[in-house]
């Protein structure tokens, strides 16, 4: 049995709109310019979507893997990735449902996707050394989607993530980015 969330996410991803790959977020972009590029290390877009993050990871030469709840999400993404020859490993998966127990990835990229339980929790997605960038919509977002209880408070971000140091927390235009690395050796 489908998900209400899988339902909404596929439905979504066949819309019209789905098909045209919006540009990766600024802040998205500011973050992988300060980390380099990849060099094999595996990072994972969580939440992916149709993987506009994703295929800016690969470009960059992560080893890429995408998550989303949406297999039609994930459709899209696999068939654009292919059309650039870029490899990326993606996965229908309910992250809330089934967190991953084990510490597997350099960078974990959450964007437009909001648990705050889950963000609390990151410990065993990254390795120690590893990076989180954790990027979504605040209260000061001018849209009417998502509601209030998608949103971050102005400076919640400001707390950190357990387990981890921040790097840096930016502000701008009603979103908010954390990019912190996980402690430990």
């Known amino acids: 049995m489908q998900s209400n969330d899988q339902e909404r996410w596929d439905g979504k991803y066949r819309s019209e709109l789905a098909h045209q790959l919006s540009d990766p977020d600024p802040l998205v972009m500011a973050a992988l310019d300060e980390l380099g590029a990849g ?53 229908r998966v309910d992250v809330l449902a089934a967190p991953p127990t084990q510490a597997e990835f350099d960078l974990l990229l959450s ?40 949103r971050l408070r102005p400076g919640e971000l400001a707390s950190g993530l357990e387990g981890f140091e921040t790097l840096w927390v930016r502000e701008v235009d ?11 050796a």
């Open 111 to 150: 964007t437009d996707f909001l648990d705050r339980d889950l963000w609390q929790n990151l410990g065993p997605w990254v390795r120690p050394g590893g990076h989180a960038l954790l990027v979504t919509f605040n209260l000061d977002w001018p849209g009417p989607k998502p509601s209030a209880r998608f």
């Open 174 to 184: 009603g979103r908010s980015a954390i990019l912190a690395k996980r402690q430990g």
């Open 39 to 91: 060099a094999g290390r595996a990072a994972l877009d969580l939440a992916a979507g149709t993987g506009r993050h994703s295929i800016e990871l690969a470009q960059r030469a992560w080893n890429t893997s995408a998550w989303d709840v949406s297999g039609v999400g994930l459709a899209e993404l696999d068939r654009r990735a292919a059309a650039l020859g870029l490899p990326v490993n993606t996965k």
